[in-house]
Nanobody
Framework: QVRLVESGGGLVQPGGSLRLSCAAS????????MIWHRQAPGKQRELVAS????????NYADSVKGRFTISRDNAKNTVYLQMNSLRPEDTAVYFC???????????WGQGTQVTVSS
């Protein structure tokens, strides 16, 4: 059974940092494109950052470039999202996705809440 479990969310002041984790079981993160999405209240879910399988190429939404970093620890089968210089507009539920849509397979985690507020 595949599970993606996000953790590390919480309440942080503007300018602060958080590190989100996505721990995978039942699949090998090295063989999936791993993607962080977020969804703010009343808004559509949007892609935040991605890291491709094997080659480890990364991509970021313009709104987070230079502030967020996605990484993968194959030994721990975990993907991370380091978020620095957080802004109120980063407030959202953050979701982890394992994507092999080329094979018709996509898995989602349950999400973790990030709130940036003073």
């Amino acid at each position: 059974q595949v599970r993606l479990v996000e953790s590390g969310g919480g309440l942080v002041q503007p300018g602060g940092s958080l590190r989100l984790s996505c721990a995978a079981s039942g699949l090998d993160v090295n063989f999936y494109d791993m993607i962080w999405h977020r969804q703010a209240p009343g808004k559509q879910r949007e892609l935040v950052a991605s890291i491709t399988r094997i080659v480890t190429s990364t991509n970021y939404a313009d709104s987070v470039k230079g502030r967020f970093t996605i990484s993968r620890d194959n030994a721990k089968n975990t993907v991370y999202l380091q978020m620095n210089s957080l802004r109120p507009e980063d407030t959202a539920v953050y979701f982890c996705k394992a994507d092999r849509s080329d094979l018709g397979v996509v898995y989602w985690g349950q999400g973790t809440q990030v709130t940036v507020s003073s």
